[in-house]
T-cell receptor
Framework: DAGVIQSPRHEVTEMGQEVTLRCKPISGHNSLFWYRQTMMRGLELLIYFNNNVPIDDSGMPEDRFSAKMPNASFSTLKIQPSEPRDSAVYFC???????????FGQGTRLTVV | AQRVTQPEKLLSVFKGAPVELKCNYSYSGSPELFWYVQYSRQRLQLLLRHISRESIKGFTADLNKGETSFHLKKPFAQEEDSAMYYC????????????FGRGTQLTVWP
């Protein structure tokens, strides 16, 4: 298994543009997590899904951020419109169930100019 | 509320020296504690989970509930241990829902 796959690995966009980050969890994993890593705040959870249903989105910073999980093998995190302060590394992680550790993707480094 | 503190942002030791990466937490319940490691240009990966009480790559970590600490230790550091280390806490059975410390960058000099 290739592990959790995120795309793109790097994204540079202009302020105001829409950005979509993608994540493919490990096959068979039923929980998916989106994290953001910044110098100011470190690693923090944005949202997580269980069986494709959003369970906790309290970490989503603003209405400009939205996340979907249309099926068990795909999730997106969208920022519209993007702002320079959204520049960060965004990580996706998945777990096969309760009481099992998280497996992380390699992250997407987003730069908004 | 819960909080994970890693007081050292940077830590440097020479090869063969002992190393200890500090982690303190605050949480009123019974947490699960983890150490994750990120080698250069690689993904975050689990190093240790307190409940498993095993040694991985020579590293050990003991949960001290009295001191609310979960320090990571290795008696003889190797150059390949150079990486970013994150201490993390989970409150319940959803172990992917993690609260991370800010991380410690360990450099092991030859």
């Amino acid at each position: 298994d290739a592990g959790v796959i995120q795309s793109p690995r790097h994204e540079v966009t202009e302020m105001g543009q829409e950005v979509t980050l993608r994540c493919k969890p490990i096959s068979g994993h039923n929980s998916l997590f989106w994290y953001r890593q910044t110098m100011m705040r470190g690693l923090e959870l944005l949202i997580y899904f269980n069986n494709n249903v959003p369970i906790d989105d309290s970490g989503m910073p603003e209405d400009r951020f939205s996340a979907k999980m249309p099926n068990a093998s795909f999730s997106t995190l969208k920022i519209q419109p993007s702002e320079p302060r959204d520049s960060a590394v965004y990580f996706c992680a998945s777990t096969p169930g309760q009481n099992t550790e998280a497996f992380f993707g390699q992250g997407t480094r987003l730069t908004v100019v | 509320a819960q909080r994970v503190t890693q007081p050292e942002k940077l830590l440097s030791v020479f090869k063969g020296a002992p190393v200890e990466l500090k982690c303190n937490y605050s949480y009123s319940g019974s947490p699960e504690l983890f150490w994750y490691v990120q080698y250069s240009r690689q993904r975050l990966q689990l190093l240790l989970r307190h409940i498993s009480r095993e040694s991985i790559k020579g590293f050990t970590a003991d949960l001290n509930k009295g001191e609310t600490s979960f320090h990571l230790k290795k008696p003889f550091a190797q150059e390949e241990d150079s990486a970013m280390y994150y201490c993390a806490l989970s409150r319940g059975s959803t172990l992917g829902r993690l609260y991370f410390g800010r991380g410690t960058q360990l450099t092991v000099w030859p």
